[in-house]
């Protein structure tokens, strides 16, 4: 049994985020993280090895800097790490990103036990979109917004958060499953795992690797493959210092309430 | 199999996926159908609702009633509860017999796990969580010349250009996004619940509506998961970092605690399902426990809408919650720092000022 945990390196948005004139992300002058749902999946990945003794691949799709951030996984506690790198894959939307990742893990193989885990979604993007799509490009079932796996003989049972509840969900590997925050708490880097991971391997594959994989079709990859495109990215007004609402209380109010449904807040 | 070999022109009409659960609607159906009705008249299209699960046809005539031209419904006894694998698979023949041009999904916990699934299965491209929508250029114009910095007048747009342009905001509304689609259908997107507006609901319309119930056609092998249970519960312990509005209180409601708590409570309640934080004088006087206390020390929130009640903003506080997309502060003396990050400030007592709020947001979401 493998499990694949895919993981993104995204810039630091709780610190101030700078934005370009065009209205772009000025990614070089942030500081990048790896993705916090990520490190929930990760976390569930470990916990199911500590369990089975499975073998654990941290995936990730980027620039080769990325490196580093699969060397942080494997300290935390992954047998080695994945880089998906080209400049092919650049500009990828999210339909495009699944073929890749699908096609990579293809590549490597995936087996009758394998597991993939995602974290929910990503906090640059917030689209919650490439889980899915990696799933269905591999043509396998997914369970979004889990909350909890537990293994039992050669099925999981998934709880699957929903906005009121849950639902728990029975499905068999190969699968895809994509993590909440409130699963776990994920562990700390131990000192030995810092040491040790630097001899453990991180396969790197590019387009010329992995050109010959079906899903690899250079018309579906890239800016150029990709469905959607921005056509316009822009900021939204300067906060500037705010408004102060004045009147009676009551005045002040309805002109507040009117205010934050003109902006759909309420 | 790519199912997109088919000319972008031959792909007509508007399309709502309508979700139900156990047999009843949701709110964002009647949102999406009162979008997709205006989308559908800028195009000079009719609007279509696909509505799935088991004995539901008769739900179908209230979508008409916001303004549907036809609800499609695929009725099986497997739909009953939601599966990836039934509904992906039903929507997706149902698409690809009829082909629509656009196909709006709501972006619940279902949504955001069928849209992205279908999308990959459709080859086409799909837009998460968008905002705000136009298919008319003239419309799109209009939105950036209120929403945005853009200098509308010294760009050269495409006025028919008539790709569905969906808006997101991106990295926490710091940036906005508008995102097309232009080479393949259905144009895809799921839409957040509860910002796009729902019309009067018109019983003639309802009664126009034309309901088609379309085969539905699923093998045993085609359902890899087993739903086992479905569990409702009660809302769960205060969780500021998830929540989408919070309400804190500070020092300010000190000349009646009780009440300046309760306050705070029906205020999160009426704004939408939010949670009660403090300030460190808040938590540090034993008001609150130490698990709600906002800032520096505490926890660091990014809530949709974030109410301060009598917090005078020390960068403390300002730390753990100047990231809320939304900031509206109440503070009787107006020269409190807390004023500089606000979005909306009411300078008042926060005794009289936030009942007036209760109202008034209660009587607007009527």
């Known amino acids: 049994m493998r499990i694949y945990v895919c993981v993104k390196q995204v810039p630091d948005t709780s610190g101030k985020v700078a934005v370009n004139e065009d209205g772009t992300l000025n990614r070089a002058s942030m500081m990048t993280i790896i993705n916090p749902d990520d490190f929930n999946a990760m976390e569930a990945a470990l916990a199911l090895k500590d369990e089975t003794g499975c073998r654990v691949t941290a995936v990730t799709m980027g620039p080769l800097s990325a490196e580093g951030m699969l060397r942080e996984l494997i300290a935390m506690g992954a047998d080695e790490g994945l880089l998906i790198s080209g400049r092919e894959f650049g500009g990828s939307d999210t339909y495009a990103t699944s073929q890749i990742i699908a096609g990579a893990i293809t590549h490597l193989g995936l087996q009758e036990e394998d597991v993939i885990l995602c974290g929910r979604q990503a906090i640059d993007g917030d689209t919650a979109q490439v889980g899915p799509q990696i799933a269905e490009k591999l043509d396998i079932p997914q369970v979004t917004y889990a909350a909890g796996i537990e293994k039992q003989d050669n099925v999981l049972k998934v709880k699957r958060l929903m906005e009121d509840g849950y639902m728990t969900v029975e499905v068999q590997p190969p699968c895809l499953i994509t993590c909440v925050k409130e699963m776990n708490s994920p562990r700390y880097l131990t000192v030995k795992g810092i040491l040790e991971c630097f001899h453990k391997p991180i396969m790197v594959l590019d387009y010329e690797a992995l050109k010959d994989e079906p899903l690899i079709d250079s018309g579906t990859i890239g800016l150029k493959g990709s469905p959607t495109n921005i056509f316009r990215s822009f900021t939204p007004p300067q906060k500037g210092s705010g408004v102060m609402l004045t009147g009676s209380a009551q005045e002040a109010a309805d002109a507040l309430v009117s205010q934050l449904l003109k902006k759909h807040a309420i | 199999m790519v199912f997109n070999s088919a000319a972008v022109g031959e792909f007509h009409d508007i399309w709502v996926f309508c979700e139900q659960r156990e047999g009843k609607l949701l709110n964002t159906d009647f949102e999406l159908i009162s979008e997709g009705r205006k989308l559908a008249d800028e195009r000079g299209a009719k609007l279509m609702g696909v509505l799935l699960g088991s004995e539901v046809t008769g739900l179908a005539k209230e979508l008409g009633g916001y303004g549907a031209d036809k609800i499609?419904?695929?009725?099986?006894?497997?739909?009953?509860?939601?599966?990836?694998?039934?509904?992906?698979?039903?929507?997706?023949?149902?698409?690809?017999e009829k082909q629509p041009e656009v196909l709006l999904i709501g972006a619940s916990h279902i949504g955001r796990d069928l849209g992205p699934r279908c999308a990959a299965r459709l080859h086409t491209g799909l837009t998460a969580d968008c905002t705000h929508l136009d298919i008319d250029m003239d419309k799109y114009v209009d939105f950036l010349r209120e929403s945005s910095t853009v200098d509308v007048d010294?760009?050269?747009?495409?006025?028919?250009?008539?790709?569905?342009?969906?808006?997101?905001?991106?990295?926490?509304?710091?940036?906005?996004?508008?995102?097309?689609?232009?080479?393949?259908?259905?144009?895809?997107?799921?839409?957040?619940?509860?910002?796009?507006?729902?019309?009067?609901?018109?019983?003639?319309?309802?009664?126009n509506c034309e309901i088609e119930l379309y085969p539905v056609?699923?093998?045993?092998?085609?359902?890899?998961?087993?739903?086992?249970?479905?569990?409702?519960?009660?809302?769960?312990?205060?969780?500021?970092?998830?929540?989408?509005?919070?309400?804190?209180?500070?020092?300010?409601?000190?000349?009646?605690?009780?009440?300046?708590?309760s306050l705070a409570?029906?205020?999160?309640?009426?704004?939408?399902?939010?949670?009660?934080?403090?300030?460190?004088?808040?938590?540090?006087?034993?008001?609150?426990?130490?698990?709600?206390?906002?800032?520096?020390?505490?926890?660091?929130?990014?809530?949709?809408?974030?109410?301060t009640l009598g917090i005078s903003g020390a960068i403390q506080h300002k730390a753990g919650m100047q990231d809320a997309e939304l900031i509206i502060a109440v503070d009787k003396n107006d020269a409190a720092p807390i004023f500089e990050v606000a979005d909306y400030g009411i300078c008042g007592d926060l005794f009289q000022v936030v009942p007036a709020m209760i109202a008034a947001v209660r009587k607007g979401k009527e």
């Open chain 2, 217 to 261: 056609s699923l093998t045993a092998e085609e359902l890899k998961t087993k739903v086992l249970e479905v569990v409702k519960e009660a809302k769960q312990v205060v969780d500021l970092i998830g929540a989408e509005v919070i309400v804190s209180i500070g020092r300010g409601i000190s000349k009646d605690v009780e009440l300046g708590i």
């Open chain 2, 72 to 96: 499609i419904v695929c009725d099986a006894p497997e739909l009953a509860v939601y599966t990836t694998d039934a509904y992906t698979k039903v929507l997706c023949d149902v698409v690809m």
């Open chain 2, 265 to 307: 409570n029906e205020l999160a309640e009426a704004l939408g399902n939010g949670v009660v934080g403090g300030s460190r004088a808040a938590i540090d006087a034993g008001w609150l426990g130490s698990d709600c206390q906002i800032g520096q020390t505490g926890k660091t929130v990014h809530p949709k809408i974030y109410v």
């Open chain 2, 154 to 207: 010294a760009v050269n747009f495409k006025m028919e250009d008539t790709n569905l342009k969906m808006t997101r905001p991106a990295f926490g509304g710091h940036l906005m996004a508008t995102i097309i689609c232009p080479r393949f259908r259905p144009c895809m997107s799921t839409v957040r619940p509860g910002v796009m507006k729902k019309g009067e609901f018109n019983q003639e319309y309802a009664d």
